[in-house]
């Protein structure tokens, strides 16, 4: 699949996630295969992406620290922790798509 189209669906279910939280929209967790994937799969690119936008975040704040050790520290450790959590998210997608049947 197009990183385009990933991005579009993405966009198109953050302005209804975006919509409902203002209440407009009735809060439904099915997407009913409307973007093209299941909920499954669409809910682990999207932790994916957002646990790797995460890690840049950490290189900020890490480089914020510089000055306080401890706090750098606690930070690295964290950032540690979420990099072992993108790969395991990694394998996990991987391995439901490799058993994905469904032809989309």
Known sequence: MATTQINSRMNSRNKNQQQRSRG???MSKKSDG????DDLTYDL???LHQKSKGLEAYQKYIQDARMNQDV???LERFCADDRRKVEELR???ADVLG???HAH
């Open 91 to 93: 394998e996990c997608l």
């Open 24 to 26: 407009r929209m009735p």
């Open 72 to 74: 750098r520290e606690m």
């Open 45 to 47: 690119v999207t932790m």
């Open 34 to 37: 409307q973007f093209g994937i």
């Open 99 to 101: 058993n994905d049947t």
